[in-house]
């Protein structure tokens, strides 16, 4: 059984993820551990997005992609929530959103779980390890894309999410303890040797950070037909 709320689906639906909607969706986060997939995955993304360049299109589906990474944090320090589905559960298929055709993110209700809280450091570990830094490794076979820019297409988003959270008094402590999880060098230790998000904010608060181009890449967003320039661009 689902235990997400209303607020939360919504809220879910606003970062283009879609719970208990299967239409049009077109591959699963599994295949993209398939190597003979990869090519498809790059004509797919490219015909998505609208832009031939393959460094572009793979930023743009990390930026799409991205979304659904921030919103485990999100939900994880709003609700103790977070997705726990297997990868062949997690769909990518397109929607028009705006007037324009958009990657999307698909799961199943059921796949959203409550965690306890000694659970809560390894949850934080398998997000960055396996939905993250295991995915964009795949996606470095097709192209010697950045991995810097990739992780700073989830950043982002976390970034925001996190000076909304810090912002508001109900979610303020849990908050500053997940930044400090984040920020702890063990977290990344299975593939880094540092935290790659304490690198992309330098440690200062988030709420300082959110009005800077705090990007270090370009995200090429301003290259995608229908997009505007990053808010954090570093070319401004």
């Keep these: 059984m689902s235990s997400l709320s209303r607020d939360q689906l919504q809220q879910l639906q606003s970062y283009s993820i879609y719970v208990?909607?299967?239409?049009?969706?077109?591959?699963?986060?599994?295949?993209?551990?398939?190597?003979?997939?990869?090519?498809?995955?790059?004509?797919?993304?490219?015909?998505?997005?609208?832009?031939?360049?393959?460094?572009?299109?793979?930023?743009?589906?990390?930026?799409?992609?991205?979304?659904?990474?921030?919103?485990?944090?999100?939900?994880?320090?709003?609700?103790?929530?977070?997705?726990?589905?297997?990868?062949?559960?997690?769909?990518?298929?397109?929607?028009?959103?705006?007037?324009?055709?958009?990657?999307?993110?698909?799961?199943?209700?059921?796949?959203?779980?409550?965690?306890?809280?000694?659970?809560?450091?390894?949850?934080?570990?398998?997000?960055?390890?396996?939905?993250?830094?295991?995915?964009?490794?795949?996606?470095?076979?097709?192209?010697s894309v950045s991995p810097k820019m990739l992780w700073e297409n989830v950043f982002g988003y976390m970034l925001w999410h996190l000076h909304v959270l810090l912002s508001n008094p109900g979610t303020c402590e849990q908050a500053q303890i997940d930044i400090a999880l984040l920020e702890d060098d063990s977290l990344w230790s299975s593939f880094a040797k540092h935290s790659y998000f304490k690198e992309y904010t330098g440690g200062d608060h988030p709420s300082k950070l959110i009005n800077m181009p705090v990007r270090k890449t370009c995200c090429f967003s301003k290259d995608v037909p229908g997009w505007m320039q990053c808010g954090f661009c570093p070319l401004k």
Aim: charged content about 25%; proline content about 1%; hydrophobic content about 40%.
């Design 20 to 143: 208990d909607d299967s239409a049009n969706t077109v591959f699963s986060l599994q295949q993209l551990h398939n190597d003979e997939f990869l090519p498809d995955f790059l004509t797919l993304i490219k015909a998505i997005s609208n832009v031939e360049s393959d460094t572009i299109a793979l930023s743009y589906f990390t930026r799409r992609y991205g979304m659904f990474v921030a919103m485990q944090f999100y939900m994880l320090t709003t609700y103790d929530e977070v997705w726990d589905g297997s990868f062949g559960n997690l769909k990518f298929g397109v929607k028009e959103e705006f007037g324009n055709k958009a990657l999307c993110m698909f799961t199943h209700s059921s796949d959203w779980q409550m965690i306890n809280e000694d659970e809560r450091e390894t949850t934080f570990m398998k997000i960055l390890e396996q939905q993250c830094n295991a995915i964009f490794v795949q996606l470095r076979k097709i192209t």
